[in-house]
């Protein structure tokens, strides 16, 4: 059996009274490239800010390579504390988890006040113990990579859209993470720069790495993935291999989604 | 009188008095307004972590507090500072300066507190969403990415703060705590010369604040964050539209 990297048990995510995640149990495996697709405000971003905690679930649990990480307890848990017959759970340190998780945004995100090169060494030089010099050359190493060295003491200031979704994907890298998740890393482009940060995701899905990709991108997400979900009203409604997640479609509301959006 | 004689007389003023007006006022007014705005920004910047506090009770104690400062007049609190708490507390025994220092800065911090917490929120919280998503920390990521940021939308505010605290310093006169505006009233008490008294003294002030003003526009605009483009959701719909598998 492959290894789960990610599992997430029955989580539920509200907004006052939203109910927008509505239960969702889902693993996603080691080397696994998982795309979500879905209807505008059907829960797919906050699904996928649930896994890294920048929303916190009141209600579900998720297993990062088999470490619980929302401290959420079912009632049957509650109970066994109170009745001693379970240990308290010790605190999660989410930090940790973290580093292990890179995310993309829609809006890129880069830091402004900071160099590409500087952008990059940041959280590598402050979280993971590197000196300058290893964290330099690792942040030259993955601009090469996505053909952004000639940038490398620019301001992010000064990078078109594209240039700058790269430079956030690799500033995620430069953490080694484990898993990458993406959130419509493209929505926010020029449509001429959306093939040059697809075509970076691609190479890096291509090394193994384990990927969650929220995207409108129709075919990319058939060419890339292992599995497709498509979400809506807040949970996973369908999902299957992308050939037949897009030629069988079965539930109405994944047919009626793919004959408004093919 | 005609503007001959205005003009002379204040020429006469300033050769006479100026040690009056820029040794003693402008030199007072100058210090009252660093320690009010440099003491001000102390404990402004307490104040605004206080209202940014996860505790209701705090954040509901500061924002009275900064809603009291803020909404009550400074000559009334230059009152209460000066004549009300002195009778109070006796034995603390501070001059009128020191008691017109106090009251500024305290009414500084207000000011400033908001001038912090705006300044702080207006960075994207995406900045903060990426920096945690690394793995920094809260600290690490106000340290190392919000108070960097912030610092450019907070650096003009404060010289705006000390533009106004400098020009209300003149409040302090009443109690007659040697500021410019107090060598006015020295001046014109001598001379009976008020008018070009007054001019004199509005004319200093304005040598300060003037340029001041100006710096303050030039760093805004050296400082101005790159604005980012907001993006557009039509985009999204219409890459859905034309995306074919
Ligand atoms: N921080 C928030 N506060 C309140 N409501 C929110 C918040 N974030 C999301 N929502 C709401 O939750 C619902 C699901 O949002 P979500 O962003 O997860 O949808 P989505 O599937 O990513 O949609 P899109 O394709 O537009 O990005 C929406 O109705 C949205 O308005
Ligand atoms: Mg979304």
Redesign the pocket.
Known sequence: MEMEMIKTVDLHKS??S?H??TGVSETIRKGEVVSII????????????CLNLL?KPEQGKIYFEGAEITGNLTKEEKHAIKAGTMPKPAKVNIDQHRQKMGMVF?HFNVFPHLSVCQNITLAPTMLKGKTEAEANEMAKELLSRVGLIDKLDEMPGKLSGGQKQRLAIVRALAMEPDVMLF??PT?ALDPEMVGEVLDVIKGLVNTGMTSVI?T?EMRFAREVSDRVLF??E?NILEQNTPDQFFTNPTHPRLKDFLSKVL | MNFATIGSNIVKLLSQYWKVFLIEGLSNTLLLTVIAVSLGALLGALVAILKMSRFKVIRFLISIYIEVIRGTPILLQLYIFVFALPSLLPFLNLSYFTWTAIALCINSSAYVSEVFRSGIQAVDKGQTEAARSLGLSAGQTMRKIILPQAIRNILPALGNEFIMILKETSLASTFFVGDLMTSYLTVKGATYLGFECLIIVGMIYLCVTFPLSKLVSWFEKKMANPNYKKHD?KR?RAVMEGGKV
Request: zero cysteines; charged letters at 20%.
């Open positions: 907004f006052g939203l927008v995640l879905g209807p505008s405000g059907g829960g797919k971003s906050t699904f996928l800010r929303e829609q959130d419509e929505s929220v409108h979400m809506a807040g | 959701h999204k």
